[in-house]
C-alpha cells in the first residue's frame, strides 16, 4: 500500500512554499507548548534510553527538542520538502532526518531494524491522513515501538473542526496560515472521536494512559489570545498479552 498521490503533493506542494522562518506553519509551535510537555505525559511509560522518531517531523521543531531528551531522535516525514526544511534548521546537527511514507511498510520494517524497539511521537497526523492510510499509519506506530518501547499520539477530536470554523468565519476569513493548509487540500480533524482508540487497538497497541488537551497553533484569535485546538493524547504501548 501507498499513500495516494494527491495527498503526497499536497503535502509536497505546502512545505515547497513554506519558508524557513520559524512558526510559519500554523502548528510549528514552540516546543514548550507541544513536545516539552507532552514528553513529560511519556516519560513515565517510556524507557528513556530507547532512540525516539518523531512522525511527521514536519520542519522538525519538534524533532530537535526530543532530541535533548533521547538518545538518539530521528524525524521522518512523507515530504522530502519538510525533510530539507528540517534539515537546514537543525544546524546543530542534533537530530535526523529522513523521507519516509508511514504506509510504506517494508520500509517502516527496515527502519525499526535499524534502530530496533523505539518510542515514538505522533502529534496530530492521524487526523488529516485519508481513511484508507490511517491504519496503516497506526500500524506503523505498533512496528516502530515493537516490544519495549511506548509511543505518545496526540489527534484532534471533532470539536477542534467547529473550532477551526470559527476561526475561518471571522470578518477577513480564514487567518493567512489556515487559509495555505485548505488551499493545498489539507483536512484538518477529518476522523471521528472514536476511530483514534479503535485503530489503536485495532493494531495491538494497548493504551497505558488517556487525557484531554489542546494543540496549541501559532495563529491568533481577534483579541490577541493563542489559538488552541481540541484534542486528546494516547500513550500506547505493545499489548504482549
Known amino acids: 500500500m501507498s499513500v495516494s498521490e494527491r495527498y503526497r503533493q499536497a503535502w509536497e506542494s505546502y512545505w515547497n512554499e513554506t519558508s524557513d522562518a520559524p512558526g510559519e506553519a500554523i502548528w510549528d509551535v514552540d516546543p514548550s507548548l507541544s513536545a516539552a510537555p507532552h514528553v513529560e505525559l511519556l516519560a513515565p511509560y517510556a524507557d528513556a534510553a530507547l532512540p525516539i522518531v518523531d512522525l511527521g517531523c514536519g520542519n522538525g521543531t519538534q524533532t530537535r527538542y526530543l532530541a535533548s531528551r533521547f538518545p538518539r531522535a530521528m524525524g521522518v516525514d512523507l515530504s522530502w520538502a519538510a525533510v530539507e526544511h528540517a534539515r537546514r534548521a ?12 508511514l504506509t510504506d511498510r517494508e520500509g517502516v520494517r527496515e527502519l525499526h531494524d535499524e534502530l530496533g524497539d523505539a518510542n515514538v511521537y505522533l502529534r496530530a497526523v492521524i487526523h488529516q491522513s485519508d481513511a484508507e492510510d490511517r491504519r496503516p499509519v497506526a500500524e506503523a506506530v505498533a512496528t516502530l515501538v515493537g516490544k519495549r518501547g511506548r509511543a505518545f499520539v496526540a489527534e484532534l477530536t471533532q470539536e477542534s473542526k467547529a473550532t477551526l470554523g470559527r476561526l475561518a468565519g471571522g470578518p477577513g476569513g480564514p487567518p493567512a496560515k489556515l487559509r495555505r493548509v485548505f488551499d493545498h487540500g489539507l483536512r484538518p480533524a477529518d476522523a471521528a472521536d472514536t476511530e483514534i482508540p479503535e485503530l489503536l487497538a ?11 488537551t489542546a494543540l496549541a497553533q501559532t495563529e491568533q484569535w481577534a483579541d490577541g489570545s493563542r489559538v ?14
Open 202 to 212: 485495532a493494531v495491538g497497541l494497548e493504551i497505558l494512559a488517556e487525557g484531554p
Open 90 to 101: 537543525d544546524t546543530a546537527g542534533v537530530a535526523e532526518f529522513r523521507q519516509l511514507s
Open 228 to 241: 488552541e485546538l481540541p484534542a486528546r493524547w494516547f500513550v500506547v504501548g505493545r499489548n504482549t498479552a
